[in-house]
């Protein structure tokens, strides 16, 4: 029996480390997402005539910034999540912060105001807001166990997300803040909140619709109308779903090859790399590379489901519950607006997209999942 | 070990989420399915479609050249001038504007229209400012001082250049920009909305030979149709080389004395065709005044154009066919051979040609002189009214002689080839008016009088021809009963050098005896041996036919008090290979004077005699 730790103003009981419970399962097919997320970075920006310079600058970067998430990782997993916890209300300010700072002085990009030039660097603060946002509602609904079936922790959990949506929707970044209602009702769901609460919420939200309709900028409206008939605009707002179909379907059963696409390349394929990647993955390795993208995902939730389910408290059960409704929603959304599932929005693929940002988030994600992993009770004989 | 109470865990919700989950994938696998294995090859074609684009190589027409191999059209390098709006910057488009217009002759403002379209439509696809191909010199200032030609392009294309422009203009035509009806027509067979097609003459009537075939160049180009990289060529193939049965000898010397003689205002127009009576081969066509098909290569002006609209002579006219005219006394051919065929004449047939004139109800008709006695020879030789209008409806000088009757002369005229298109392969064409008494009562409703078939008898009143209908008559005699289809196209010949099929010329044999053919040629050889067309010095055999065609415009009154009529003349000829009457002529010819009445009596000598003598001896003669 280990020695028992000093109890600390946070910890009525010390939750010892272990390096063995590092779920492992989880950690590879990390690796393996950002591996191939590397790859596609290189396939679609290697031929591209949109940028100059040198073709490899993209994978470089995106090296780095891979590295960057691997010890942001390792780093936020040696850390104990009961502090993050802890100190979940500080999070929240900080979170709001960040947002309304990216609205105060972030650089406008293709019309929209998401990112913060720090350094020759720039950063969207929302992707890792989205992860903080996880940690402070995950806390609050751990904390809220016995009150969870109250319309009363509803609302006030609904408080607490309304400004971080309020915020990214002004960016205007409308994906985003879908991300964050998803992440919202991922955790409610878990936490054991009443459906017929859920249920009411989506009535309320899909009953105010034509409000919501009346306040979406004319861009968002037009891409809502192209995704319900690309044709009727095929040159405009319908441009990017046909020509994502087109990308997607002319890869065939094993694509064109790496690099090989000429969709993106040649500029058909609008930002190739970020929001339309997945539409380059399926035409340069087609059907076969598309489902081994979707087995290493369902991996990782799987992997991240089952760190929830042996969380030693509700906060971590939580975590991971949220961690993976942000992973399958973005999924969804990406994924099936490449395939016109879905309307067009500007969500990244999780490892696929280029993007440090993104991609840092997602690792800090993960990192907070293998704390939880490393810190549950070991198994029993 | 303490066992923690897990009662904060609901597995049902990490089932249902877990389900949700296999949902998600299974719906967007499903998907992707339809999208990549169902649907696969149909969005690959389209990626194609996206990418590669097959652009049109343009290929040179195929040139003209005369029956030698003398080029009579070809194609000369030109250039064309285009802009491509995203290398202009738009505070210099007014400034290059101004500078385009000013250099290729254009408004400016339609230049900045175009520029400013273009810059809407796609900006890096050249737009064509200049309408016609630019010469070498305009082409060298742009590219010499680039500086001041932001954006500009100068790419090569031909002009289509005649060698001979005014000479040859009524018999080669010219080609046009294509019309929108004509591309609706011709986009199957690969024609392109900035393609040149012919408009008229053997431009027109070969474009399927000229036309080359166009090649295709497959090019990648990228979402702003900027061209990335040539995949694929088919070179372009240059149109094949119509060769033409035109002799530009022969050409130039009846154009330089018919020219001559129009520069004199000795006759305002003036027409000669010359055709082997052998085949049907069209050797020379002049037609006077004619217009220099150059303009319309290199794009005629509206000005110009209007000019050329305004001119009474109709210089865009052939004359040679497309316009008729009173035939004169060498219709008389035609009278002749049909009371020979009929019957009702022979060679021995005798007027006496007592009085120059006589009178049938109240009409006085008149011969040019008392010829006394004459016989067929001799009546078609000095050209006696009378006598013709004797074999054709009979007169007091020759009682026992019975006319021949309209009908009759219709009936030979037509086998000659009057009243009808010749079919030669030219636009264009009029087919001349041959008239009867049904086409007199349909036509003016009147019955037709003896009066109108005297007139017909000597080739006037109703009677119209074209010069090649009257030509192609003599030459059907010529050559001993052959009515040819005349025609220009006398080879065509691919860019190898292979001969490519062409059509089947048709002709017909007359329906009459040699003996009359013999006896007509026989005629037509006295005419220039002691008659009406009496050659000095004559150096080979010509036969021939003169005819003095009154037309509308009085001149006056002549000594007699007869109105003097304004008039045309004629003189159709054809050169047997030895003075006899065999039918061996391998030339015959044609040349007909616009109003020759302008500077000239009418018993003067016929001024298309003296030429015709001019030009065969010259062609045919040892010292050609």
Not at chain 1, 212 to 223: E, P
Not at chain 1, 330 to 355: R, Y
Not at chain 2, 95 to 121: C, Y
């Amino acid at each position: 029996m280990a020695l028992p730790r000093p109890a600390t103003p946070l910890h009525d009981r010390p939750a010892p480390r272990r390096w063995t419970q590092i779920d492992p399962i989880l950690l590879i097919v990390t690796l393996l997402l950002i591996g191939y997320g590397l790859v596609m970075t290189y396939s679609t920006t290697a031929e591209t005539r949109t940028f100059t310079g040198d073709p490899m600058q993209f994978v470089i970067r995106g090296a780095i910034w891979a590295a960057v998430g691997m010890a942001a990782m390792a780093a936020i997993a040696l850390f104990d999540y009961a502090w993050l916890g802890a100190f979940a209300p500080l999070l929240y300010v900080f979170t709001l912060g960040l947002l309304s700072v990216v609205l105060a002085i972030g650089s406008s990009s293709l019309g929209a105001q998401r990112s913060v030039n720090i350094g020759g660097l720039s950063f969207q603060f929302s992707e890792v807001a989205k992860v903080l946002m996880i940690i402070v509602l995950a806390k609050f609904f751990a904390d809220r166990r016995a009150s969870i079936g109250s319309p009363l922790t509803m609302l006030v959990g609904l408080a607490l997300l309304a400004p971080a949506v309020l915020l990214v929707y002004r960016q205007p970044d409308l994906g985003t803040s879908l991300v964050f209602i998803a992440i919202f009702f991922g955790i409610a769901f878990l936490a054991g909140a009443r459906i017929w609460q859920l249920v009411a919420l989506v009535a309320i939200a899909a009953a105010s619709f034509p409000l919501v309709w009346a306040l979406l900028k004319d861009y968002q409206r037009a891409r809502l109308s192209a995704f319900l008939d690309p044709y009727s605009d095929p040159q405009g707002a319908g441009w990017n779903i046909i020509q994502s179909l087109i990308a997607v379907g002319s890869g065939g059963a094993t694509g064109k090859g790496l690099t090989a696409g000429t969709q993106s390349p040649l500029g058909y394929l609008p930002i190739a790399e970020s929001d339309f990647v997945f539409s380059g993955l399926a035409e340069d390795l087609g059907f076969a590379g598309a489902v081994i993208l979707f087995a290493l995902y369902i991996v990782l939730l799987v992997a991240a489901l089952r760190v929830a389910l042996r969380a030693k408290d509700p906060f971590g059960m939580l975590i991971g519950g949220g961690v993976a409704t942000m992973l399958v929603f973005q999924i969804l959304v990406n994924v099936g607006m490449a395939i016109s599932l879905m309307p067009v929005t500007g969500i990244p693929l999780p490892f696929i997209s280029h993007g440090g940002s993104s991609l840092v988030s997602v690792c800090f994600a993960l990192g907070v999942l293998q704390s939880v992993s490393m810190r549950r009770e070991p198994e029993g004989p | 070990m303490r066992q923690p109470s897990r009662a904060f865990v609901s597995v049902r919700r990490f089932i249902a989420f877990g389900v949700a989950i296999v949902v998600i994938f299974s719906t967007l696998t499903a998907r992707l399915y339809d999208l990549e294995i169902v649907r696969g090859d149909y969005y690959h074609q389209l990626s194609e479609q996206n990418r590669i684009v097959r652009l049109p190589v343009p290929a040179e027409r195929g040139g003209i050249v005369d029956r030698n191999g003398y080029v009579l059209a070809r194609n000369i390098p030109g250039f064309a001038i285009s802009v491509i709006p995203v290398d202009l910057s738009r505070t210099r488009e007014d400034e290059l504007s101004q500078r385009l217009a000013a250099l290729l002759d254009l408004p400016s403002d339609a230049i900045g229209d175009v520029i400013r379209a273009q810059r809407i439509r796609n900006p890096y696809e050249p737009v064509r400012i200049s309408k016609t191909p630019v010469p070498r010199e305009i082409a060298l200032v742009v590219t010499e001082r680039a500086e001041l030609f932001p954006g500009v392009r100068v790419d090569p294309e031909s002009i289509r250049f005649y060698v001979d422009g005014t000479l040859y203009a009524p018999v080669i035509g010219y080609t046009g920009p294509i019309t929108e009806q004509e591309l609706a027509k011709l986009k199957d067979s690969g024609y392109l909305p900035d393609d040149d097609v012919g408009r008229t003459g053997i431009e027109d009537v070969y474009e399927q030979f000229l036309r080359g075939t166009y090649g295709w160049r497959e090019i990648e180009r990228d979402a702003a149709q900027r061209e990335i990289k040539t995949l694929a060529l088919q070179r372009a193939t240059v149109g094949n080389t119509v060769s033409l049965t035109i002799d530009d000898r022969l050409q130039k010397l009846l154009d330089a004395e018919l020219r001559k003689g129009v520069d004199e205002d000795k006759f305002t127009q003036a027409v000669g065709v010359a055709i082997n009576p052998q085949n049907g081969e069209i050797l020379a066509m002049v037609s006077i005044p004619g217009y220099d098909n150059n303009m319309f290569a290199r794009g005629i002006s509206t000005a110009e154009l209007a000019a050329l609209n305004a001119d009474d002579r109709h210089p865009l006219v052939n004359k040679a066919i497309g316009d008729r005219y009173p035939a004169g006394s060498t219709f008389k051919m035609v009278t002749g051979l049909s009371a020979l065929s009929a019957g009702t004449a022979t060679r021995d047939t005798v007027v006496n040609v007592s009085a120059s004139s006589f009178s049938v109800s109240g009409t006085t008709f008149y011969d040019w002189r008392a010829h006394g006695s004459l016989d067929f020879v001799h009546g078609f030789a000095h050209s006696s009214d009378i006598y013709f209008y004797t074999l054709a409806a009979g007169t007091p000088f020759a009682p026992n002689v019975h006319g021949v009757g309209p009908d009759a002369i219709a009936k030979y005229a037509r086998m000659l080839g009057f009243g009808a298109p010749t079919g030669i392969d030219l636009p264009g064409e009029d087919g001349g008016i041959m008239p009867d008494p049904q086409w007199k009562i349909a036509t003016f409703d009147e019955p037709w009088t003896i009066g109108n078939t005297y007139q017909e008898a000597i080739g006037q009143g109703f009677v119209a021809v074209t010069p090649l209908q009257l030509l192609n008559a003599y030459a059907s005699v010529a050559n001993g009963g052959t009515l040819w289809q005349p025609h220009l196209l006398k080879q065509v010949t691919d860019a190898a050098g292979k001969t490519l099929p062409i059509p089947q010329w048709t002709s017909q044999k007359l329906d009459m005896t040699q003996e009359n053919l013999r006896l007509i040629r026989e005629a037509a050889r006295r005419v220039v041996t002691i008659g009406h067309a009496y050659m000095p010095n004559l150096k080979i055999p010509i036969a021939g036919k003169t005819g003095t065609a009154e037309f509308g415009a009085s001149a006056g009154k002549d000594s007699a008090g007869r109105n003097k009529l304004g008039f045309h003349n004629w003189f159709v000829s054809f050169v047997p290979q030895a003075d006899n009457t065999d039918p061996t002529a391998q030339i015959a010819m044609a040349i007909f004077t616009y109003d020759s009445s302008k500077s000239l009596c009418e018993l003067c000598l016929n001024p298309a005699v003296g030429m015709t003598q001019r030009i065969l001896e010259q062609y045919l003669g040892p010292n050609k």
